[in-house]
């Protein structure tokens, strides 16, 4: 079950954290990786661990801070990694601060980076899933993005609008066989939180109904549920992945 042979797969924000694990684990399940970042370094690693264990991937810089060169960049691939089936839009960032202080810049840079940059990925390897007739396309959100969070008007707003846009597409391609959903993570374990206070820690896990942070393999299953046969009759679906965070 689950198993992504001869399918190829494009994950951006693969250098790190939740893409780092997603890329990892569907190379295991026999699909060839494209993996997408910004870190030339730290993808050659990712590509280095994952023919280690027996798969196949290949690095490409992309910058969704500079959407207008995406689709060049995406074009520039070599003809055995181009038939992208599987897209998993992960890439994103953060700039908090509360709405009276945001600057524009501030909230232009978020939603270029998390929403705009989904739309131009997922339009340039559109037609190959179209010609296919065969694709998944998961979008990696956030619980703040259905709840709101304090701070993270922007990140919120782009978060949301992934949620939009995946329903959407989902309705426009469902007829070629290509499903669209997203992903919602709550609090994942990462470098950020490792550093967090006990008390901090403990005020975090209170507001979980599993009483523990997600694990980037937690969010790398589902993406893999959805990617896979098995998730074939799911499309415009919010999989809420958060322990409870948000019910």
Partial sequence: MFRLDGKTALVTGASQGIGRAVAKLLAAQGAKVVVAAR??????????????????????????????????????????????????????????TLLARMKLEQ?????????????????????????????????????????GNPGQANYAAS??????????VAKELGSRSITCNVVAPGFIETAMTADLPEKGREELEAGIALRRLGSVDDIAAAVLYLASDEGAYVTGHVLNVSGGLYI
């Fill in 39 to 96: 870190s030339e370094d730290k993808l050659a690693v990712l590509c280095s661990e994952i023919e280690a264990a027996g798969g196949q991937a290949l690095a490409l810089r992309l910058d969704l801070s500079q959407p207008e060169s995406v689709g060049d960049q995406i074009a520039t691939l070599p003809e055995e990694f181009s038939d992208i089936g599987i897209l998993v839009n992960n890439a994103g960032i953060t700039d908090d």
């Fill in 159 to 168: 978060k949301a609008g992934l949620i939009g846009f995946s329903k959407s």
């Fill in 107 to 147: 909230w232009e840079r978020v939603l270029t980076t998390n929403l705009t940059g989904t739309f131009v990925v997922t339009k340039s390897v559109l037609r190959g899933m179209v010609r296919q007739r065969w694709g998944r396309i998961i979008s990696v959100s956030s619980v703040v993005g259905m709840m």
